[in-house]
């Protein structure tokens, strides 16, 4: 019989694509699920994107393109950074990948050895930790929680880091809590991260555009730690292009370089058709996402009125992405029909089983007590699934 690697069996199956594969075979066989498991926008793409992947299907841009990417498209992104970020990045400084996780394991596998140490505060992107395990690293997780809007601090950063630390990775806007760092806490990090001159933070703001409270902030624009900053994001997210597979870097030149490399013995470049159609999204101005943003943010406000009124669940107040990570600690130890709850994962299966609702638990991204919810559908959906799981939790006792 054939034996896996140790890598493969050593890594878990991601929990959001396991519990969306979960909700279809429930539906598959004739149940009303509602799930709330995917971070994958409802909006459809934008007209004039995929008008120019239309126009460049027709002007016959399908061969094989660059490995970092088409110039056109690396020119439009530093342009894009500079307009968005205040981030001055040359197009050679550009790796285009096929989405942002690929962005974040190119990263990752240029610079992480066996035994380096990567801090990942907690909640994390359930990727973060395995694309790490892959690498041979070993994650430091930094713990937060609800009650501090689970953000870490400088004192906290500091604490982590080690002579082993080569790297930190985390996300502004956050997946999964939603967490937004403003501009004055990143700055604050800054001047820890500027005193351990050999640790490569990872940025990941693929959410950037979807932010309630005031304009992104980015890390790299502190000139202190700028050569020590990669800037992941990339098309997925605010322009509802998922399906799409772009992601991207803007890095130090010799990050850039590495990874372009290592992109080049797994994929090479990505989608030509996709590149294209990118640029029409990077040189859009960012206003034509406003109503976008603003449904999510009336989403987010349905959601938590509702979840204020369910006893024994604790929230906060995302400020951005299109999540909602509420505290359902309160509810470990109670059971319904002989089925015990002792964990958030408990919790969810009760939920889909129960309630036919499809939430994933905390766990995945680091955090025991809670569970996410993803607000990417519309509000009559979201109303149906939220008063599914009120009526499911107070069967329990």
């Known amino acids: ?80 950074f500079k307009r968005d970020n205040n981030l001055d990045y040359s197009k050679s400084q550009i790796v285009v990948s096929t989405g942002a996780k690929q962005s974040i394991a190119n990263v990752v596998l240029s610079i992480i050895n066996p035994g380096d140490e990567v801090i990942v505060p907690t909640p994390y992107w359930v990727s973060y930790i395995e694309i790490v395990k892959l690498a041979g690293g070993i994650p430091v997780v930094v713990e937060t929680d609800i009650s501090t809007d689970f953000k870490i601090t400088p004192q906290t950063l500091e604490q982590a880091i080690s002579s082993k630390s080569k790297m930190m990775i985390f996300s502004s806007p956050c997946n999964p809590s939603g967490t937004v760092y403003s501009k004055e806490e990143l700055e604050q990090l800054s001047k820890v991260i500027e005193k351990y001159p050999n640790l490569v933070v990872v940025s990941d703001e693929i959410y950037e555009h979807i932010n309630f409270v005031d304009k992104h902030a980015s890390l790299a624009q502190f000139k202190n730690i700028y050569n020590q900053v990669v800037t992941i994001n990339g098309a997925s997210k605010a322009w509802a292009m ?53 449904a999510y943010k009336n989403r987010r ?8 009124a369910i006893e024994g669940i604790k929230v906060n107040v995302p400020e951005g992405a299109f999540y909602v990570f509420p505290d359902v600690s309160s509810f470990f ?65």
């Not at 995917?38 to 841009?61: R, S, W, Y």
């Not at 890095?251 to 990505?270: E, N, R």
């Not at 590149?275 to 976008?292: F, G, H, R, S, Y």
């Not at 406000?301 to 204020?308: A, E, M, P, R």
Request: glycine content about 6%.
């Open 333 to 397: 130890g109670k059971s319904y029909n002989g089925q015990k709850i002792n964990s958030a994962g408990d919790l969810c299966m009760f939920l889909l089983n129960e309630g036919l609702v499809a939430l994933v638990t905390g766990e995945a991204f680091g955090d025991k007590n809670c569970v996410r919810i993803s607000y990417a559908t519309s509000e009559d959906l979201l109303n149906e699934a939220l008063d599914r799981i009120k009526n499911t939790l107070e069967k329990l006792n």
């Open 242 to 294: 998922t399906g799409w597979r772009i992601g991207f870097i803007g890095a130090p030149q010799h990050i850039a370089d590495a990874c372009t490399k290592v992109q080049g013995q797994f994929t090479s470049g990505t989608c030509s058709i996709a590149q294209k159609a990118t640029i029409a999204a990077m040189e859009a101005d960012p206003k034509v996402l406003t109503e976008m943003i603003a």
């Open 301 to 308: 406000d349905l959601v938590l009125s509702k979840l204020n």
């Open 1 to 80: 019989m054939l034996e896996f690697s140790d890598r493969l069996n050593n890594m878990e199956e991601s929990a959001t694509l396991a519990m969306s594969r979960i909700s279809r075979e429930l539906k598959a066989q004739g149940k009303d699920i509602i799930s709330l498991s995917l971070g994958e926008p409802d909006f459809e793409t934008p007209q004039f994107v995929k008008d120019a992947a239309l126009e460049a299907m027709n002007n016959n841009f399908t061969k094989y393109t660059p490995v970092n990417g088409f110039e056109d498209l690396r020119e439009s992104i530093s342009k894009k």
